[in-house]
């Protein structure tokens, strides 16, 4: 019968660190996508097709004239802003446009709901409250083929005084550089006022509102706000209730 053959102790060595198994937290993050993403799970039913109009006006008014950046709006909540965001930001993505989609709602986010990572993210809150180092470590590259995500990392305690600080401009202007559209979904206005905050910041604001349950007067107050703050509402998004 053959014997066993062992190996000399200086074979015999722990693994290196590169060799050792990977824990969850080391993995890189996967991302499910809900099916409210409409331009990608119905695309031919009415929603998506309403979104790609909506993405042809903004390509051809705002893409197309150098216009990087903008917000969406809304009075109150359940307007819809996340879902136009977060499927406008698709519908770019799908014609090559590259773009960067940012939970800038700091009070109750939701872009989770749409791009569902695998595992806690840092995003918009870490970013702004710290000091320095690159934007690129808060933002999940290439999601989809051109689209990249930064979510809102939680909730904070300040989230006025993080948007009121001279980082978010200084954010801004590294998305303005990076991407070719940079979309941010925003908590309602009648909730606070870092809706008017990043809109001024970001220059260019889309009016969401909802049919049946949105008032007239309160979204043309909104948008005078927003043209008061210095931003220029390209338009206003009317959903179905």
Do not use: W
Not at 12 to 20: D, G, I, L, Q
Not at 58 to 75: N, T, Y
Not at 182 to 197: K, L, N
């Amino acid at each position: 019968m053959n014997q066993p053959v062992l190996k000399p102790p200086e074979e015999v060595r722990p693994a290196t660190p590169a060799e050792a198994p990977r824990s969850a937290a080391d993995q890189p993050p996967t991302f499910d996508l809900a099916n409210t993403l409409v331009t990608i799970s119905e695309p031919a039913k009415a929603q998506a097709e309403s979104i790609r109009v909506l993405r042809t006006h903004i390509m051809a008014q705002h893409v197309d004239q150098g216009r990087r950046a903008l917000s969406v709006c809304a009075v109150s909540p359940g307007a819809g802003c996340s879902f136009l965001a977060a499927n406008l930001a698709v519908a770019l993505s799908q014609v090559g446009v590259t773009t960067l989609l940012i939970d800038g709602d700091l009070r109750s986010p939701s872009l989770e709901n749409y791009i569902r990572p695998s595992q806690p993210l840092p995003g918009l809150r870490q970013c702004l409250a710290a000091e320095d180092g690159a934007f690129n470590e808060f933002i999940q590259q290439d999601v989809l083929p051109s689209l990249s995500v930064m979510y809102s990392g939680g909730i904070p305690g300040n989230p006025q005084e993080l948007l009121a600080g001279e980082r978010f401009k200084t954010l801004m202007d590294h998305c303005l550089r990076d991407f070719q559209m940079t979309i941010i979904d925003t908590p309602p206005a009648m909730s606070c006022a870092d809706a008017r905050r990043v809109s001024s910041v970001v220059g260019y604001s889309v009016v969401v509102a909802r049919q049946h349950e949105s008032r007239i007067t309160d979204i043309g107050t909104l948008i005078s706000q927003l043209q008061q703050d210095g931003a220029r509402v390209i338009g206003t998004v009317l959903r179905e209730a």
